[in-house]
């Protein structure tokens, strides 16, 4: 099965598990979601291309796209501890301040692999 309907978000760091209830898009076609972590842009981007490649999906169009966004370029092997990350803490859930800091990259797609009545 090949991924054709897809959008790739660069979440950038975090603590590990920040982005654990993220999912799929408000747009209907978006029905299923990965996220990649890693030490950097790059593993967390190959992170998510891995999840997708054990679940069957073809990746041959995501690769390309990582391209073009530049998570195969030099500046995506910049630590994620290096990096100012992108979110706050919530106020209300107590800080683990023990958290690992990763990069995360997600990842939302088409999910369904047969030809629905309405697409035809």
Not at 29 to 48: L, R
Not at 82 to 110: K, L, N, T, W
Request: some cysteine; proline content about 4%; hydrophobic content about 35%.
């Amino acid at each position: 099965m090949d991924i054709n309907n897809f959008e790739i978000l660069d979440l950038g760091p975090a603590p590990e598990g920040y982005y654990d209830e993220w999912g799929a898009s408000y747009r209907s076609s978006m029905t299923c979601s990965v996220i990649g972590e890693g030490k950097d842009a790059a593993q967390a981007f190959q992170d998510a291309l891995d999840q997708l490649a054990m679940e069957g999906y073809g990746t041959k169009l995501l690769n390309e796209s990582g391209m073009e966004m530049g998570f195969y370029s030099m500046a995506a092997s910049t630590p994620a501890q290096q990096i100012e990350s992108h979110v706050d803490p919530d106020e209300e859930e107590e800080a683990d301040d023990d958290a690992e800091i990763v990069y995360h990259v997600g990842i939302r797609y088409e999910g369904f692999d047969e030809v629905t009545p309405d697409m035809i």
